[in-house]
């Protein structure tokens, strides 16, 4: 099998986002980690605000930015004039809304203007990020997500990227447009947002809650790692209509996940307290159930989701995306953490105190 040549033009949708910055850093710095990402043609790349321009060109400065919302037929339509042929990133979504409503005008109506916009472009192939969270939790700590995985969507966030991710499955049969789905978990690495600089400084100051016995088990993605299966599935010709799972090799515990980050915090000369917040299981279910009624109001609390999740098992299998895609995690956890928290300090962002030097 060979791969695809790169396309002409690539389009990045949620090009500011902490995926779509390291994937255009790639292109902008191809290592042989990333995979087939280096190109020459032009790369359009979406914003959903003027504010996001400078984060964009900072890491590419020769993308040529489009700012609009994507949800709007007519912004989809304009960033995809002239793009027959092209290689479509579609990576624009929300996570952690204003509201509840914004999981369906966003992730379900983003989506579904990008895929119309693209069958009337006439674009080679369209990769849609997914998540997880369209497969809820696995049942038992030893089971894991499959290639062919049935929905069970967790909570608003979760329906609205089962939705999307339908949409874009459809659109290979119903429409023969070419379309591939990567299903990354929670992943980490440069370029992170402000929750992810929190949970760093929750870890060190002691304060980030692992429940139970901590023994719940997580797969994670590095960015970089994220970056390669998702240039693969932009390049592979015979994968079209089928999803992939892209994570680190293997899933970590909870307790080993909060653990490496401290260890590398201290190692990169950081204070810690050293300890861990333990709290029953039960938290979680209780923030679970409180995030739902919530959610069904209309409602959004960012931090009362995030703990609703920490006394699950949340993995999956990544071995169809190593055997059909050639994916190979380059990656693994406390070395992505070490070179998160050196971006942060490359970038001046408040981790944890610094030792003083002796």
């Given at each position: 099998?060979?791969?695809?040549?790169?396309?002409?033009?690539?389009?990045?949708?949620?090009?500011?986002?902490?995926?779509?910055?390291?994937?255009?850093?790639?292109?902008?710095?191809?290592?042989?980690?990333?995979?087939?990402?280096?190109?020459?043609?032009?790369?359009?790349?979406?914003?959903?605000?003027?504010?996001?321009?400078?984060?964009?060109?900072?890491?590419?400065?020769?993308?040529?930015?489009?700012?609009?919302?994507?949800?709007?037929?007519?912004v989809a339509g304009r960033l995809l004039a002239g793009a027959s042929g092209a290689s479509v990133v579609h990576a624009a979504g929300v996570i952690h809304p204003a509201r509840v409503a914004d999981f369906e005008r966003v992730n379900v109506g983003g989506t579904r203007a990008l895929l119309d916009a693209a069958t009337h472009?006439?674009?080679?192939?369209?990769?849609?990020?997914?998540?997880?969270?369209?497969?809820?939790?696995?049942?038992?700590?030893?089971?894991?997500?499959?290639?062919?995985?049935?929905?069970?969507?967790?909570?608003?966030?979760?329906?609205?990227?089962?939705?999307?991710?339908?949409?874009?499955?459809?659109?290979?049969?119903?429409?023969?447009?070419?379309?591939?789905?990567?299903?990354?978990?929670?992943?980490?690495?440069?370029?992170?947002?402000?929750?992810?600089?929190?949970?760093?400084?929750?870890?060190?100051?002691?304060?980030?809650?692992?429940?139970?016995?901590?023994?719940?088990?997580?797969?994670?993605?590095y960015v970089d790692n994220l970056v390669q299966g998702v240039a693969l599935a932009e390049h592979h010709p015979e994968v079209s209509g089928q999803a992939f799972w892209v994570a680190d090799r293997e899933p970590y515990t909870m307790e080993r996940i909060v653990m490496t980050v401290q260890r590398v915090l201290e190692e990169?000369?950081?204070?810690?307290?050293?300890?861990?917040?333990?709290?029953?299981?039960?938290?979680?279910?209780?923030?679970?159930?409180?995030?739902?009624?919530?959610?069904?109001?209309?409602?959004?609390?960012?931090?009362?989701?995030?703990?609703?999740?920490?006394?699950?098992?949340?993995?999956?299998?990544?071995?169809?995306?190593?055997?059909?895609?050639?994916?190979?995690?380059?990656?693994?956890?406390?070395?992505?953490?070490?070179?998160?928290?050196?971006?942060?300090?490359?970038?001046?962002?408040?981790?944890?105190?610094?030792?003083?030097?002796?």
């Open positions: 099998m060979t791969p695809w040549a790169p396309a002409d033009l690539t389009v990045v949708t949620g090009g500011a986002g902490w995926f779509g910055r390291a994937f255009l850093d790639a292109v902008a710095r191809p290592r042989p980690e990333h995979g087939p990402v280096a190109r020459d043609g032009q790369v359009r790349v979406l914003a959903a605000s003027p504010a996001e321009v400078p984060d964009i060109l900072e890491v590419l400065p020769r993308a040529v930015v489009h700012v609009g919302d994507l949800a709007d037929p007519d472009a006439g674009v080679r192939r369209v990769v849609h990020l997914s998540s997880n969270s369209a497969f809820g939790v696995n049942p038992t700590s030893d089971d894991r997500f499959r290639q062919h995985e049935p929905y069970r969507p967790h909570l608003g966030y979760g329906r609205s990227k089962m939705r999307a991710e339908r949409l874009v499955l459809d659109a290979a049969a119903s429409r023969r447009l070419d379309t591939v789905v990567v299903r990354p978990p929670w992943f980490y690495g440069p370029f992170q947002p402000a929750r992810q600089t929190t949970f760093f400084a929750m870890v060190a100051a002691g304060r980030f809650p692992v429940l139970g016995d901590g023994q719940q088990v997580r797969s994670m993605a990169e000369g950081y204070r810690t307290r050293g300890r861990q917040l333990r709290l029953p299981v039960l938290v979680g279910r209780l923030a679970e159930r409180v995030d739902g009624t919530l959610q069904a109001r209309g409602v959004y609390h960012q931090q009362l989701h995030v703990l609703g999740e920490m006394d699950k098992t949340i993995a999956c299998d990544v071995s169809a995306t190593v055997d059909v895609l050639g994916y190979r995690p380059h990656v693994e956890l406390a070395e992505g953490m070490r070179r998160a928290v050196r971006w942060c300090a490359d970038h001046d962002l408040p981790v944890a105190p610094r030792r003083s030097p002796r």
